[in-house]
């Protein structure tokens, strides 16, 4: 699944198996986005897992003992291996800081069809089933908290869990009681099979408790897959749609299909007004790339439905056959995407 997003972390442990079976991992570092996007680096080594807490340490130790931590804007492990590079990476980790040389180890496998979130009813290794759901945007109150545990509780499970995709997943479902939990859940307003707008969206904490945050993300989400789920019924496309308050991309905006950087911008009567840059066919997996952006492409929120809505809808007038929109957004004419 690679649901933790390991191309975007600072440090990330991907599980592998080598030439021999023996599972392992993969280590990947220097992720992150904010201002300065990145994805981690893969060092091709193959480590066991009794050996990924000395590992851990030795890259932290690196950041620690060579990273720019006295340069608050650069104080992140990427900067490091940027001016470095893997291969000089790994050498210092091993004869620096672990006293020994890691194998070389294989690449994750990366599957184009799996989405990441969890979404939906899914069995598990043991037979039973879990059950993932998809809360509005990652909103969730306490009460509403407080029903879920209920209900998990009422068919026989005490583990809920949280994904990075701001989801929820209900474990342990003996596959008899899947339909009940199903609706149990689904009449709380919590879908197990939403539209692609309810699934793939997601928006940071935005103006409301951050006070980082230029504009309001979840409100604004919100109508946003209302309107969207209104307009474009039938669409079915997995395009995600991440939201973000200001600069620092907390809901992964360059790694989204469709990302939304908040910031201040002039509607039509010359006023300064809640908005959002645009960022266009970004993606993960096999489809690594950060979106682009296009010179003067914003949007007023009020605007934001009517945008989405016409960019989604000239993309599958487009679309070749089984185009996805991060493609089809890189050869787009900018007309097009406006």
């Given amino acids: 699944m690679h649901c933790v997003n390991h ?3 600072d440090v990330a442990f991907v599980g592998v198996r080598d030439a021999s079976g023996e599972a392992g991992y993969d280590l990947f570092v220097g992720g992150g986005l904010s201002t300065n996007p990145m994805f981690a680096q893969r060092l091709g080594t193959f480590v066991r897992p009794d050996q990924v807490s000395e590992v851990w340490a030795g890259v932290c130790a690196i950041f620690r003992d060579y990273g720019f931590r006295r340069l608050r804007t650069r104080a992140r492990i990427k900067f490091l291996i940027k001016e470095w590079g893997a291969e000089r990476f790994r050498e210092v980790l091993e004869q620096e800081y672990l006293g020994y040389a890691l194998p070389d180890g294989p690449e994750p496998e990366l599957d184009p069809g799996v989405r990441r979130d969890h979404v939906g009813v899914h069995r598990q290794r043991d037979g039973r089933f879990y059950v993932g759901f998809a809360p509005k945007v990652g909103r969730v109150s306490g009460t509403s908290l407080l ?3 209920e209900i998990a509780e009422e068919h026989g499970s005490d583990r809920v869990r949280t994904t990075a995709d701001q989801k929820l997943v209900i474990l342990d479902i003996e596959e008899e009681r899947v339909p009940s939990i199903t609706a149990a859940l689904e009449s709380e307003g919590f879908q197990v099979n939403p539209s692609v707008f309810r699934r793939q969206t997601m ?3 935005g103006i409301e408790f ?6 309001e993300t979840k409100d604004r989400a919100a109508t946003l897959i209302d309107e969207l789920e209104k307009r474009l019924p039938d669409f079915e496309e997995p395009v995600t749609i991440n ?3 200001c600069p620092n991309s907390c809901a992964r905006i360059q790694v989204a299909d469709i990302g939304l950087k908040g910031q201040l911008v002039m509607n039509d009567r010359g006023e300064q007004v809640e908005g959002y840059q645009i960022h266009l066919g970004g993606g993960m997996g096999l489809t690594q790339a950060f979106g682009k952006k296009i010179r003067g492409l914003k949007t007023t929120a009020d605007d934001l439905p009517d945008y989405v809505e016409r960019v ?3 993309f599958r007038e487009q679309r070749g056959d089984g185009e996805n929109f991060a493609a089809w957004a890189g050869r787009a004419d900018d007309a097009d995407l406006k």
Wanted: glycine letters at 4%; charged letters at 25%.
């Fill in 210 to 215: 951050c006070k980082l945050a230029i504009v």
């Fill in 312 to 314: 989604l809808r000239r």
């Fill in 147 to 149: 029903r879920v545990a």
């Fill in 243 to 245: 939201v973000n308050g």
């Fill in 7 to 9: 191309e975007i972390n």
């Fill in 203 to 205: 928006a940071c904490t």
